[in-house]
Nanobody, 116 residues
Framework: QVQLVESGGGLVQSGGSLRLSCAAS????????MAWYRQAPGKERELVAE???????NYAESVKGRFTISRDNAKTTVYLQMNSLKPEDTAVYYC??????????WGQGSQVTVSS
């Protein structure tokens, strides 16, 4: 019903930047909240940042001041600008969207690797 397609991951050196994008398509009613999660090897998936339809953002303590989440409501696309990347930011990053009718949907995941 709803598809989320991510792009923008890759390999970057410590201190570098990357920008992730996630575009929602399909049978969308209204995307309330969109968020980014990440999962490192051997660890549980954790919330990185989320943003409401009213553009209110919430961040994990570990990324505050370095990451910025934003959203283009017209295109139901969410972005994650990641600056000052650290090796501990290495993970698979997942986009999640919450549709008002159909519930939660996940993207396929995008690998981010930060070398020291």
């Amino acid at each position: 019903q709803v598809q989320l397609v991510e792009s923008g991951g890759g390999l970057v050196q410590s201190g570098g930047s990357l920008r992730l994008s996630c575009a929602a398509s399909g049978r969308i009613t209204y995307m309330r909240t969109m968020a980014w999660y990440r999962q490192a090897p051997g660890k549980e998936r954790e919330l990185v940042a989320e943003i409401t339809s009213g553009a209110m953002a919430n961040y994990a303590e570990s990324v505050k001041g370095r990451f910025t989440i934003s959203r283009d409501n017209a295109k139901t696309t969410v972005y994650l600008q990641m600056n000052s990347l650290k090796p501990e930011d290495t993970a698979v990053y997942y986009c999640k969207g919450r549709d008002s009718t159909y519930g939660d949907f996940w993207g396929q995941g995008s690998q981010v690797t930060v070398s020291s």
